[in-house]
């Protein structure tokens, strides 16, 4: 079991900026496991939004591509996920992921690809 939970979500007005955390706990090395963020919608499907392995190719959907940042602290074991230049369409629940190994990168957005999975944290962005 590899415990993670997510932090800084928040309401925000469009074009503004939030920072999401998600905390590794237990006694792990956070550098073995490829990591990801995903999101859902209400009455949508949990898609993938940034991802990387230990390769460090990071891989985002087109969507947020040029707006959201993932990167992480492996002396914190956390991973975050930097959002700019939000917009309603964002709004979702935003999950971090993780799974031991190595994902393809056409697979690291694939929600069937991970096994851990945080609570989620809410993210609301008005028009």
């Known amino acids: 079991q590899v415990p993670l939970q997510e932090s800084g979500g928040g309401s925000v007005e469009s074009g503004g900026s939030l920072s999401l955390s998600c905390v590794f706990s237990?006694?792990?090395?956070?550098?073995?496991?490829?990591k990801g963020w995903f999101r859902q919608a209400p009455g949508k499907e949990r898609g993938g939004v940034a991802s990387?392995?230990?390769?460090?190719?990071?891989e985002y959907a087109n969507s947020v591509v040029g707006r959201f940042t993932i990167s992480r602290d492996n002396a914190k074991n956390t991973l975050y996920l930097q959002m700019d230049r939000l917009r309603p369409e964002d709004t979702a629940t935003y999950y971090c992921?993780?799974?031991?190994?190595?994902?393809?990168?056409?697979?690291?957005?694939?929600?069937?690809?991970?096994?851990?999975w945080g609570q989620g944290t809410q993210v609301t962005v008005s028009s």
């Open positions: 992921a993780a799974q031991p190994g190595v994902i393809m990168s056409w697979l690291r957005l694939r929600r069937d690809s991970y096994t851990y």
């Open positions: 237990g006694d792990i090395n956070t550098r073995d496991y490829c």
């Open positions: 990387f392995c230990r390769d460090d190719n990071m």
